[in-house]
């Protein structure tokens, strides 16, 4: 007789727990974004449309939650039966849907906002090309480089191409959060001295990552998908790999 398959449970119950997270979040930028948007309008400057602003918050808010579904979920679902691939499984499906759920809540927001502007008849210019301004430089120091990949994932405007950058807007959130995950595991099973060496790890991914997409390289848009889903797919499976031998402390 086959074992009863517990991840899907504990894909809902990860998404709905940290969807309360989540909630605040999206709240908190929302309200932040609507005072920014006042004082652009008061003091007549331009202001980027809701999509970019939310960018970087959500990627760096995607990365800390991945932390912590090392420390928090992993022990409590392992201590109640749950096996680790169940619990590997579901975190893995909550993921991707807290990031289409950031991304489509992004999107949506956009759209209000066009629309209130139009009509309005608001005294509000979007302009995003500050997004820009995180652009790779070639005469970047390796440190500045360092820093841009870790704060800032690869971007494309909606504007260049709105299914491409929905895509990687998705794929930027997945990733941020597997590599939060990746860290906090390596700090759970090895302790803070070896831990701390998944901190370097997690730079170097993020690097590979931003060079995948932002290296300027005429890659087809397949093999750019491609290359993202054999990233992942490495990600994962070096996931699997600590949390299979993980010991869950009492």
């Known amino acids: 007789m086959n074992k009863r398959k517990h991840y899907p449970k504990v894909a809902i119950d990860m998404f709905f727990v940290q969807g309360d997270w989540t909630k605040w979040f999206l709240g908190i930028i929302t309200i932040v974004y609507v005072i920014q948007v006042f004082f652009a309008i008061k003091s007549g400057n331009s202001q980027d449309d809701f999509f970019v602003s939310s960018f970087v918050a959500s990627n760096i808010y995607m990365f800390v939650i991945g932390i912590i579904a090392a420390y ?117 099973r090895y302790g803070w001295l070896i831990g701390f060496g998944f901190i370097g790890i997690a730079i170097v991914l993020m690097m590979l990552w931003d060079y995948l997409w932002g290296s300027g390289v005429d890659i087809p848009i397949f093999g750019l998908i491609l290359g993202s889903v054999v990233f992942i797919a490495i990600i994962l499976r070096t996931l699997y790999a600590l949390i299979n031998r993980v010991a869950i402390r009492l």
């Open 72 to 188: 928090v979920f992993l022990p409590f679902f392992v201590k109640n039966g749950v096996t680790r691939r169940d619990y590997f499984k579901g975190a893995f499906l909550a993921a991707i849907g807290l990031s289409l759920t950031i991304m489509v809540y992004s999107l949506i927001l956009t759209g209000l906002e066009r629309l209130i502007i139009n009509l309005g008849n608001l005294p509000l210019v979007i302009d995003n090309t500050s997004i820009e301004f995180f652009e790779k430089d070639e005469d970047m120091i390796l440190l500045g480089q360092i820093i841009k990949s870790i704060v800032v994932s690869p971007f494309i405007s909606l504007e260049s191409n709105w299914l491409i950058s929905l895509v990687l807007t998705c794929l930027n959130f997945i990733v941020s959060y597997l590599i939060g995950w990746l860290i906090g595991t390596g700090y759970y």
